[in-house]
Nanobody, 122 residues
Framework: QVQLVESGGGLVQAGDSLRLSCAASGRTFSNYAMGWFRQAPGKEREFVAAISWNGGSTSHSNSVKGRFTISRDNAKNTVYLQMNSLKPEDTAVYYC???????????????WGQGTLVTVSS
C-alpha cells in the first residue's frame, strides 16, 4: 500500500497561513483518494478535508470550509492542505490519509501518515 509522510507543520500566530504537504510513495498515488484529519489535545480525531483521485471532487468540514483548501499534484505524488486565517482552535496534529474513495476516506481511512503538529497562538 501507499506510504505517507507529512511536512509543513509549525508554530504560527492567529490569522497566519500555513501549507501542509504529504508525500506519498509505494503504490500508484493516483489510484487513491487523499485526505486530512486532525486531532487536538484531549479530543478525538476529526475529518478535515478530502480529495478524489483526480482532484475533481473535494470535501471540507464545516469548521474549516472557506479557510482551508485541499489540493493534489499527481505528478509529484503529493497532496496539500492550504490553511488560511488560522485560529487557536486549529491547533492539532494533522494526519494525511489515503483510501479508495472520497466516501471511505472521510469515514475510516485505511492508510495514515505519522502526523505533523500545527500550533496556533493567540
Amino acid at each position: 500500500q501507499v506510504q505517507l509522510v507529512e511536512s509543513g507543520g509549525g508554530l504560527v500566530q492567529a490569522g497566519d497561513s500555513l501549507r501542509l504537504s504529504c508525500a506519498a510513495s509505494g503504490r500508484t498515488f493516483s489510484n487513491y483518494a487523499m485526505g486530512w484529519f486532525r486531532q487536538a489535545p484531549g479530543k478525538e480525531r476529526e475529518f478535515v478535508a478530502a480529495i478524489s483521485w483526480n482532484g475533481g471532487s473535494t470535501s471540507h468540514s464545516n469548521s474549516v470550509k472557506g479557510r482551508f483548501t485541499i489540493s493534489r499534484d499527481n505528478a509529484k505524488n503529493t497532496v496539500y492542505l492550504q490553511m488560511n486565517s488560522l485560529k487557536p482552535e486549529d491547533t492539532a496534529v494533522y494526519y494525511c490519509t489515503a483510501d479508495s474513495t472520497l466516501i471511505t476516506i472521510a469515514r475510516s481511512p485505511k492508510v495514515w501518515g505519522q502526523g505533523t503538529l500545527v500550533t496556533v497562538s493567540s
